[in-house]
């Protein structure tokens, strides 16, 4: 194959945890009687709260073809390539079992929302008892996806912020860049089981951002970003297309890239185009020449609602759901292929690729 597929998850794949019933179809037709993939494929979700290999485990489940870990790419796996961090004390946010999830990614010395808050349940800085010790100047704050309490994490993120990693220390003027910030999935919304979307992490860094912004007068940087859609995670998945492709011996190049349910339409530039940052040389520069946007009308798009899909003319007068730091290009916003569902996009790319199973 000369081609390969990044699937998102949710409203493509599934609904929350019930699989859209054109999914399995899809796969079928993918696999061989062996249960081999017949075209690399990767799975590329937002999502943050678990580790690779369980997401694996539901998707095989769920779509009846065995999936393994190295094809999916969580909204945090770019994180492996940001060694320059790994041997430093990270705060960690969001659900799930961050710490194993942080340690999986190479992380040595995460400490949770939660462990910050046992040790400083008042954050008194004045008894030095409670002072914690695994917090040191060094120190990162990442955040993985949504917490639960988001007025605690909130409260503390803004707490490590400010003082420079020392929470319970008199908030500091000079503290200005403040320590790194990386954040995964700047989805402002998505789609579960209930009729209209749900807020996402975007909707929480929104928050973050604007009460960060709100005291110091001054804007939250973040030292990376990464998620759909961000060009870092498109280059981590091709690169994960690659090694597929690789590891089955398939000596022809992959030169186009379907993703179908994901919002992007590009020439994929080069790795390293974020300077100054430690993972441009964890990749070889891209192979594929393009990644192709398919979207399917069992998500976020309902073709029977009364809005229609913006076209390249009207849609900079739209309002733009994507993060505050991402130039709003029109171009990338409008897929070349709408279909009904996931089946129909598997149809037509086999189509357009002239590739018959």
């Known amino acids: 194959p000369s081609f390969g597929f990044l699937f998102d998850i949710d409203g493509v794949l599934v609904r929350g945890r019930t699989p859209i019933p054109a999914a399995r179809a899809a796969f079928g037709k993918l696999v061989n009687p062996q249960g081999q993939f017949l075209v690399p494929v990767v799975f590329v979700t937002n999502a943050g709260n678990c580790l690779r290999q369980k997401k694996a485990e539901q998707l095989s489940h769920l779509l009846g073809v065995p999936i393994s870990q190295d094809q999916v790419m969580m909204s945090h796996s770019p994180l492996r390539m940001f060694k320059r961090y790994h041997k430093k004390c990270v705060l960690v946010s ?44 060094e120190i990162s704050v990442v955040l993985f996806g ?28 000079e503290n200005y860049p403040h320590i790194p910030v990386l954040a995964c999935n700047m989805d402002l919304m998505w789609v579960a089981e209930a009729q209209s979307p749900r807020f996402g992490h975007g909707t929480f860094m929104v928050c973050l951002e604007n009460i960060y912004k709100k005291i110091t007068g001054k804007d939250l940087k973040y030292e990376a970003l990464m998620g759909k859609p961000s060009r870092l995670t498109y280059q981590y998945a091709e690169h994960l297309i690659r090694a597929q492709a690789l590891q ?5 190049p992959i030169q186009t890239l379907y993703a179908p349910g994901l919002a992007w339409d590009t020439e994929l530039a080069p790795a390293g185009t974020a300077p100054g940052l430690a993972w441009d040389t964890e990749l070889a520069p891209a192979a594929a020449a393009c990644c192709r946007s398919v979207l399917v009308c069992t998500g976020v798009y309902d073709p029977q609602s009364e809005v229609a899909l913006p076209s390249r003319d009207s849609v900079a007068e739209n309002v733009f759901h994507g993060h505050r730091d991402f130039s709003f290009d029109p171009a990338l916003v409008e897929p070349d292929h709408i279909v009904p569902d996931v089946d129909a996009a598997v149809d037509l790319v086999f189509q357009l690729e002239n590739f018959a199973p």
Request: glycine share 8%; charged share 25%.
């Open 94 to 137: 969001g659900q799930g079992p961050l710490l194993d999830i942080a340690q999986d990614l190479g992380f040595c010395q995460p400490i949770t929302i939660d462990t910050l808050r046992e040790k400083r349940p008042l954050l008194d800085a004045v008894d030095h008892d409670r002072r914690p010790n695994v917090l040191v100047s």
């Open 146 to 173: 949504e917490p639960v309490r988001w007025e605690t994490s909130l409260q503390l993120i803004i707490d490590v912020l400010l003082t420079s990693g020392y929470p319970g220390n008199p908030y500091g003027q």
């Open 248 to 252: 089955r011996s398939w000596e022809q």
